[in-house]
């Protein structure tokens, strides 16, 4: 079993930045791709940003260029830098381990509670 914690979430205006992190414990493995996933109100959970046991990153369109994923192997901590927010970003953000290489909810096997990041404008 892994555990995943999210945390840094909270109400912004636009434009603002938030970074948010995600401490996973428990049967940890470099081997899980980590992702980042977020469910908007009365919206369904999409894909944000997520990062392979190897490195690889990949980005929703949506994001790219303002969001940024890194992951720090010594602390099982994964990040997401979010930069030049808008009202559309809004959401509950959910921290993912599982299949990084995939960009949908079923490749991921374990999920924190999630944490909410509201903009205002």
């Known amino acids: 079993q892994v555990q995943l914690v999210e945390s840094g979430g909270g109400l912004v205006q636009t434009g603002s930045s938030l970074r948010l992190s995600c401490a996973a414990s428990?049967?940890?493995?470099?081997?899980?791709?980590m992702g980042w996933f977020r469910q908007p109100p009365g919206g369904e959970r999409e894909f944000v940003a997520a990062?392979?046991?190897?490195?690889?990153?990949y980005y929703a369109d949506s994001v790219k260029g303002r969001f940024t994923i890194s992951r720090t192997s010594a602390e099982n901590t994964v990040y997401l830098q979010m930069n030049s927010l808008t009202p559309q970003d809004t959401a509950v953000y959910y921290c993912?381990?599982?299949?990084?290489?995939?960009?949908?909810?079923?490749?991921?096997?374990?999920w924190g509670p999630g944490t909410q990041v509201t903009v205002s404008s």
């Open positions: 993912a381990a599982g299949n990084a290489y995939r960009k949908v909810v079923d490749a991921y096997d374990y």
């Open positions: 428990g049967r940890t493995s470099s081997n899980y791709g």
């Open positions: 990062i392979t046991w190897a490195g690889i990153i």
